[in-house]
């Protein structure tokens, strides 16, 4: 597919890249890893005038582990080097985990984790050429106020599908984001919207540059579905967080994704689990509660009963393993 | 659209070149240069037919990276790979064990093969397995392409063996 044309931008610095994105007035895309945007560049489904490119940009690049335990990854860090990154693995293992399962070690080499996080939703109607969504009309993605997955639906349901993200709210991480008008840190449990077509509160002129994540000596397990083993998006993913003993814990935070527009909290699970501990009869309860928070679920991509029991099964498999975890180890 | 010069090292030559921002590394590598080992498949980075290795050896995936991106850097493509006419383990043992059907996504197997007998060359089968699972052989023959990956491993393990008891 050839890509429609564009104006190459290639600021040497941060300051300079938000420069060019707020002169563009909107109609400028950062190029990170391209993993997303080349694609979707090619099936027209986003045509920037300008491409502003931030790879390899040096202020963009790297994982820190600070002492007071916590971890600054800078946005334009690729997957693979947050993979390979020496001590992160141990310090954060479910996060480490989620990187690990994102695509293929391919689309990990160029993706960055800044990407991951902005990473547009999917359906299958939209992200097909131009051609095949030329068949019917436009949606709330392109033109038009309908949705041709949900007829109904008032809103675009495209999925969240970035397998970074459960884990990174779960351990309450937080994003920097910068504009000529400042720079402002958003918790990651805020940034997404109940809106396939605009997911996240990030502004046209602002660019994600560094993700933080506290320290977090609990224990966590990163759980995802996929129907192949390799590349493919995930039909549901989790994240829990326990600190605590089995019995009484202080902490449980459960995230899931890949099943809406986006991230998804499991309170009701949650106060289950708090109450009643990670014996049988919480988990139990905590899987029969877990509807609550789902809300609206869709057919898109897999039936909304089948995402529904995915959702139990997810939360089943993440808290058995989590409760054979050694307390005090991760 | 103004075309950019650009310096771009393929497989150790180095290229001078005016690409329009538009054009991929793929597009470049085969319709300039007339590399035409390395395939251009999805576009869209499922496939991994396009794989080439950059200056560390990592996979890259050609048809979504802009040529213009790589000004000034170096990537090796399966042409690349013999050296002076000879076929590394890695493509004897793809010969030997017969890991080709059709042979379209043969360089893209090569290449992200080659890639990690670089970065992790003891590697065993769940490092093989995540290597090439970005690549894909629609003619299904991933078990030879396995067993290929896998003997390469030995060739070069049994290699460094003889070489440390004569050393």
């Keep these: ?330 | 659209m103004n075309k950019r010069l650009i310096t771009l090292i393929v497989n150790g030559d180095r290229h001078e070149l005016a690409v329009a921002p538009t054009r991929t590394l793929n597009q470049v590598i085969r319709d300039d240069l007339r590399l035409t080992g390395t395939k251009r498949g999805c576009t869209s980075g499922s496939c991994g037919v396009c794989t080439v290795n950059d200056e560390g050896g990592r996979a890259i995936l050609s048809c979504i990276t802009l040529a213009v991106e790589w000004d000034g850097r170096s990537i090796t493509t399966v042409e690349g790979v013999a050296e002076d006419g000879k076929l590394q383990d890695l493509q004897q043992a793809f010969l030997e064990l017969g890991a080709v059907q059709c042979g379209v996504c043969t360089p893209g197997l090569i290449m992200s093969a080659r890639s990690l007998l670089i970065r992790k060359p003891d590697a065993d089968e769940r490092a093989i397995n995540e290597a090439l699972a970005g690549a894909i052989c629609r003619c299904t023959g991933h078990i030879k392409v396995k067993k290929a990956v896998a003997r390469a491993v030995q060739v070069i393990a049994d290699r460094e063996r003889e070489h440390g008891t004569q050393g």
């Design chain 1, 1 to 330: 597919m050839h890509l429609p044309s564009f104006e190459y931008l290639k600021p040497d610095s941060v300051a300079a890249a938000v420069r060019m994105l707020g002169e563009a007035d909107g109609r400028a895309a950062i190029l990170a890893g391209g993993t997303d945007l080349m694609a979707s560049m090619g099936q027209r489904l986003s045509k920037p005038e300008r491409l502003i490119s931030i790879r390899d940009l040096p202020e963009l690049q790297g994982v820190t582990l600070l002492a007071d335990g916590s971890v600054r990854i800078a946005a334009g860090t690729t997957l693979t080097d947050v993979v390979d990154h020496d001590g992160l693995a141990a310090r954060l293992p479910m996060f480490h985990k989620a990187v690990r399962s994102v695509a293929s070690v391919h689309v990990r080499n160029m993706a960055t984790l800044g990407g991951n996080l902005a990473l547009p939703t999917r359906c299958w109607y939209t992200n097909q050429t131009e051609t095949w969504r030329n068949a019917r009309a436009g949606c709330f993605k392109t033109d038009v106020e309908q949705c041709h997955v949900l007829a109904s639906s008032h809103r675009c349901v495209a999925t969240s599908s970035a397998d970074t993200v459960p884990a990174l709210i779960a351990l309450n991480a937080s994003i920097t984001a910068v504009s000529r008008r400042g720079e402002r840190k958003i918790p990651l449990a805020d940034f997404y919207r109940d809106d396939g077509a605009v997911p996240t509160i990030l502004d046209k002129d602002e660019l994600i540059t560094s993700i933080q994540v506290p320290g977090f000596t609990g224990r966590s397990v990163f759980l995802k579905v996929t129907p192949r083993e390799g590349i493919d998006f995930g039909l549901g993913n989790i994240a829990v967080l326990v600190s605590g003993p089995n019995e009484r814990p202080a902490v449980v935070r459960i995230i899931v994704n890949s099943l809406g527009p986006h991230p998804m909290r499991l309170r009701a699970a949650e106060a289950a689990l708090l109450e009643q501990g990670l014996a049988d009869q919480g988990i139990d309860m905590a899987m029969k509660v877990a509807r609550q928070d789902l809300g609206e679920v869709t057919n898109l991509w897999t039936p909304a009963g089948y995402k529904r029991r995915l959702v139990r099964t997810l939360l089943r498999r993440a808290l058995v393993e989590l409760r054979e975890t050694e307390v005090g180890g991760r």
